[in-house]
Structures are given as structure tokens and as C-alpha cells.
């Protein structure tokens, strides 16, 4: 495919993608629905607007004009493979309808340093996974051990925890040191303060589009109909606070004060050319968790740091979205199989992604091996864990033979607990 549209090989948002965003004007106004292509924010409800999604199910309901995408979102993959068959249809390089109108084409594209992004989706819920097999090894091997590295229960089910829907934030949103109680090592009796040990978590997650009755588990042939598209996910976390407070129901404080997220979703239909296998297993899942297709995304992310002391990001770590033991189709089966319905704007985040290498570690609680081996910056500068004034930014994006399909960046810097 080729767009009228200019586009640069390295950029994030060719033709083929065309992910989904809210934004507003720098300038002011109310936030609208849009999408991207090459350096420009496309105003979906402009398009909206002069008629041109009127042959496709979204006809009349008005579902770009609003602060988010809950509705559109709720019309299900007809009517997201519709509307993106038009946008494709609209901005290819042969169709003059946006092409040759000026007037049009000025208030439909608009310069992404124009614009602010905002958070794309109400969030009813969110759900945490643990599904990354390096991640949860590396950890298990810190706390319990080699020999008792996993639990029992991981090699057959997608362990997760509910996380809090009001503090996920949009990426640019500052990340305000949580304060709570830890034990140190040398005391017998916990303290309260800021966390001494801040950390970032590698994620991708998926937004719900449609979701399922209660008492109606989805099986896992039709999940991915219920996913409307993917973002990259920050889960920071406060590694000394949940050393003390886990056990015995999980994270809680040490989870809950921020999750940031990158302002773009990205479809599972720009994402269908890079479909892969994951890892191969010990022993095949119960039927309900069985896949029937290849199952994974072959997805590179990236995660950068720049202190203070720093001129430019450096990277820290490049993993894989295909690292993943457990998939995002398992996870929602195992997620409804109970009856547990799942609603439209619904965040499921993947857990830390890490793969195999050390360089490859979705943590700083891994890179930096619980402090024991400090990261060493270009500045000479040394992190075990993350001080204020620290910026961390991930990337993710896939790699064809001649566009590249991005999600832009997550990034959020340290201030101090106050």
C-alpha cells in the first residue's frame, strides 16, 4: 500500500497500522478521536462528520466525536475492519477525494506537535499477568531458589491480579514516588517512608472491545473478536514495599499508584502480518487455554533510561512481545472462564516481558539482579534501582520487509515523593 501521505521507512505509522488515539488541540478545545499517519494526527471526527463512515456499521452514532474511544470500541471487529478499510481506501495515493482538497485535507491532518494526547479509553477494570516464563524464573530464583523458581501452578494456568483502573495514566505523566511501609533487614519492625526501590515493568497490553455476559466464558477461538488493539504498558512498581506487603494476596500498594500507557492502539489487523509462534511448551494446556493458531506477535521493544546527568536516552534492554509463555487469547479465556465478564475499555496487561539474555530483562529488579550487578550509564553513573529525576521510555514496534509498524513510546520521569 502506498499513501499520498508521505511517510518516512522508520516511521511508526505507515498506511499498514493506522492505530487509534484521543487528542486535543494544543490550542484548546475538547478531545476527539483520531488516528496517524506519517507525522499527522488524522481528525476522525471530521471524517465522521462529512459522511465518510456512513456505508460502514458506525453510520450515524457519532462515535469519533467524544473524549474516547468506549464506543466505537463496542461496535465490535466488523465495524473496525470497516472503518479502517476506508481510511485506507481514503488516504491511498490514487484516490483524490482527500488528496486534491486542500481545504479538507488542512482540518482532517493535523501536525502531531500541535496536538496533546490523552488517555484513549475510559478504564472500567484492569487486570496484571504474570506470563512472561524469564521473568517469573529470574524472580523465583531471587526469593525461593532455582529448584523452586515457578510455582506449582504457573506451567498451567496465566496468574494474574486485579490492578487499580483510576491510576493508569497517559505516557508524559509524571511518576510521583509512592510512599508505604517496608521492612528493612536489619529491623525486626517495618518503617514508613518513600520507596527506596523504584522499578519499571517491560508490558504490552489489550484493550477490551467487546465483552462477554456474565456466566459466558469466551473460548478462546473467538478471543481475539473481543480485542480491539494493543499498547505498550509501564507497571511501576515499588520493589521494597512488596516485598512486605504480598503475602498472602499479591501486590496492593506496591502496584497500584501508577501504570502509564502509550497514547496509541494498535489493531490486531496491522498487527496480523507479524504473527508468530511463542514458546514451546513443557506439556499442552487444558482445552480451554489450547490454541488453534499461531499465536503470538513478533513485537521488539525496547526500554531507554536517561538521568538528569544524560544528554540522550540510552537503552537498557530490547526484548520480545513473543517471549511470552502465556498469550493474550489465553489470558482472556482463563480470564472468562469462570463466567467472569469482561467489559468494553477493559486494560489486560501482559506482566514483565523478559527474554532469555540478560540484556533482554523486562525489570531493573532483573538488570540490575536485586542491586547486585548496577547498570552502568554512559554518564558513569550507576542504577540498581530507579532514582528521581530517572526518565524511562519504551518502545515496541514490528519489522516488514518495507514499513515498520509502530506504537510510539511510553515514557514517564521520577519526582520526588514530596
Given at each position: 500500500?502506498?499513501?499520498?501521505?508521505?511517510?518516512?521507512?522508520?516511521?511508526?505509522?505507515?498506511?499498514?497500522?493506522?492505530?487509534?488515539?484521543?487528542?486535543?488541540?494544543?490550542?484548546?478545545?475538547?478531545?476527539?478521536?483520531?488516528?496517524?499517519?506519517?507525522?499527522?494526527?488524522?481528525?476522525?471526527?471530521?471524517?465522521?462528520?462529512?459522511?465518510?463512515?456512513?456505508?460502514?456499521?458506525?453510520?450515524?452514532?457519532?462515535?469519533?466525536?467524544?473524549?474516547?474511544?468506549?464506543?466505537?470500541?463496542?461496535?465490535?471487529?466488523?465495524?473496525?475492519?470497516?472503518?479502517?478499510?476506508?481510511?485506507?481506501?481514503?488516504?491511498?495515493?490514487?484516490?483524490?477525494?482527500?488528496?486534491?482538497?486542500?481545504?479538507?485535507?488542512?482540518?482532517?491532518?493535523?501536525?502531531?506537535?500541535?496536538?496533546?494526547?490523552?488517555?484513549?479509553?475510559?478504564?472500567?477494570?484492569?487486570?496484571?499477568?504474570?506470563?512472561?516464563?524469564?521473568?517469573?524464573?529470574?524472580?523465583?530464583?531471587?526469593?525461593?531458589?532455582?529448584?523452586?523458581?515457578?510455582?506449582?501452578?504457573?506451567?498451567?494456568?496465566?496468574?494474574?491480579?486485579?490492578?487499580r483502573a483510576s491510576s493508569?495514566v497517559i505516557s508524559g505523566?509524571?511518576?510521583?514516588?509512592?510512599?508505604?511501609?517496608?521492612?528493612?533487614?536489619?529491623?525486626?519492625?517495618?518503617?514508613?517512608?518513600?520507596?527506596?526501590?523504584?522499578?519499571?515493568?517491560?508490558?504490552?497490553?489489550?484493550?477490551?472491545?467487546?465483552?462477554?455476559?456474565?456466566?459466558?466464558?469466551?473460548?478462546?477461538?473467538?478471543?481475539?473478536?473481543?480485542?480491539?488493539?494493543?499498547?505498550?504498558?509501564?507497571?511501576?512498581?515499588?520493589?521494597?514495599?512488596?516485598?512486605?506487603?504480598?503475602?498472602?494476596?499479591?501486590?496492593?500498594?506496591?502496584?497500584?499508584?501508577?501504570?502509564?500507557?502509550?497514547?496509541?492502539?494498535?489493531?490486531?489487523?496491522?498487527?496480523?502480518?507479524?504473527?508468530?509462534?511463542?514458546?514451546?511448551?513443557?506439556?499442552?494446556?487444558?482445552?480451554?487455554?489450547?490454541?488453534?493458531?499461531?499465536?503470538?506477535?513478533?513485537?521488539?521493544?525496547?526500554?531507554?533510561?536517561?538521568?538528569?546527568?544524560?544528554?540522550?536516552?540510552?537503552?537498557?534492554?530490547?526484548?520480545?512481545?513473543?517471549?511470552?509463555?502465556?498469550?493474550?487469547?489465553?489470558?482472556?479465556?482463563?480470564?472468562?472462564?469462570?463466567?467472569?465478564?469482561?467489559?468494553?475499555?477493559?486494560?489486560?496487561?501482559?506482566?514483565?516481558?523478559?527474554?532469555p539474555t540478560p540484556d533482554?530483562?523486562?525489570?531493573?529488579?532483573?538488570?540490575?539482579?536485586?542491586?547486585?550487578?548496577?547498570?552502568?550509564?554512559?554518564?558513569?553513573?550507576?542504577?540498581?534501582?530507579?532514582?528521581?529525576?530517572?526518565?524511562?521510555?519504551?518502545?515496541?514496534?514490528?519489522?516488514?520487509?518495507?514499513?515498520?509498524?509502530?506504537?510510539?513510546?511510553?515514557?514517564?520521569?521520577?519526582?520526588?515523593?514530596?
Amino acid at each position: 500500500m502506498k499513501s499520498f501521505i508521505e511517510t518516512r521507512p522508520d516511521s511508526d505509522f505507515p498506511i499498514e497500522n493506522l492505530p487509534y488515539c484521543v487528542f486535543a488541540l494544543k490550542t484548546g478545545g475538547s478531545p476527539v478521536c483520531g488516528s496517524a499517519i506519517g507525522d499527522y494526527i488524522i481528525d476522525l471526527s471530521v471524517l465522521e462528520e462529512k459522511g465518510f463512515f456512513d456505508n460502514t456499521p458506525i453510520s450515524g452514532k457519532k462515535v469519533f466525536s467524544r473524549s474516547s474511544l468506549n464506543l466505537f470500541m463496542s461496535q465490535g471487529r466488523d465495524a473496525w475492519r470497516e472503518v479502517r478499510k476506508v481510511l485506507q481506501n481514503l488516504l491511498s495515493y490514487d484516490n483524490p477525494v482527500l488528496r486534491d482538497d486542500e481545504m479538507l485535507r488542512k482540518i482532517t491532518f493535523i501536525p502531531m506537535d500541535d496536538v496533546k494526547m490523552c488517555l484513549p479509553v475510559e478504564i472500567g477494570d484492569y487486570t496484571d499477568f504474570y506470563s512472561s516464563r524469564e521473568h517469573a524464573t529470574n524472580v523465583g530464583i531471587m526469593f525461593r531458589g532455582k529448584e523452586n523458581a515457578l510455582m506449582p501452578n504457573w506451567l498451567h494456568l496465566p496468574v494474574a491480579y486485579h490492578g487499580r483502573a483510576s491510576s493508569v495514566v497517559i505516557s508524559g505523566t509524571n511518576i510521583k514516588r509512592p510512599k508505604g511501609q517496608t521492612k528493612p533487614t536489619s529491623s525486626d519492625k517495618p518503617v514508613f517512608g518513600p520507596s527506596k526501590l523504584l522499578d519499571f515493568e517491560l508490558e504490552m497490553g489489550f484493550f477490551i472491545g467487546t465483552g462477554n455476559n456474565l456466566g459466558e466464558p469466551v473460548n478462546i477461538t473467538q478471543a481475539e473478536d473481543h480485542i480491539f488493539g494493543m499498547v505498550i504498558v509501564n507497571d511501576w512498581s515499588a520493589r521494597d514495599i512488596q516485598t512486605w506487603e504480598y503475602q498472602p494476596l499479591g501486590p496492593f500498594l506496591a502496584k497500584n499508584f501508577a501504570t502509564s500507557v502509550s497514547p496509541w492502539i494498535v489493531t490486531l489487523e496491522a498487527l496480523e502480518p507479524f504473527r508468530t509462534e511463542g514458546p514451546e511448551r513443557e506439556f499442552e494446556p487444558l482445552d480451554y487455554l489450547r490454541n488453534h493458531r499461531r499465536n503470538s506477535y513478533d513485537i521488539t521493544l525496547e526500554v531507554f533510561i536517561q538521568t538528569e546527568g544524560m544528554n540522550e536516552p540510552f537503552l537498557i534492554s530490547r526484548s520480545n512481545f513473543k517471549y511470552l509463555y502465556w498469550n493474550m487469547f489465553q489470558q482472556l479465556a482463563h480470564h472468562t472462564v469462570n463466567g467472569c465478564n469482561l467489559r468494553t475499555g477493559d486494560l489486560l496487561a501482559s506482566g514483565t516481558i523478559s527474554g532469555p539474555t540478560p540484556d533482554s530483562y523486562g525489570s531493573m529488579l532483573e538488570l540490575g539482579w536485586r542491586g547486585e550487578k548496577p547498570i552502568r550509564l554512559p554518564t558513569g553513573e550507576e542504577r540498581k534501582f530507579l532514582e528521581d529525576g530517572d526518565t524511562v521510555i519504551m518502545k515496541a514496534y514490528c519489522i516488514a520487509e518495507d514499513y515498520r509498524i509502530g506504537f510510539g513510546e511510553v515514557r514517564g520521569k521520577v519526582i520526588p515523593a514530596g
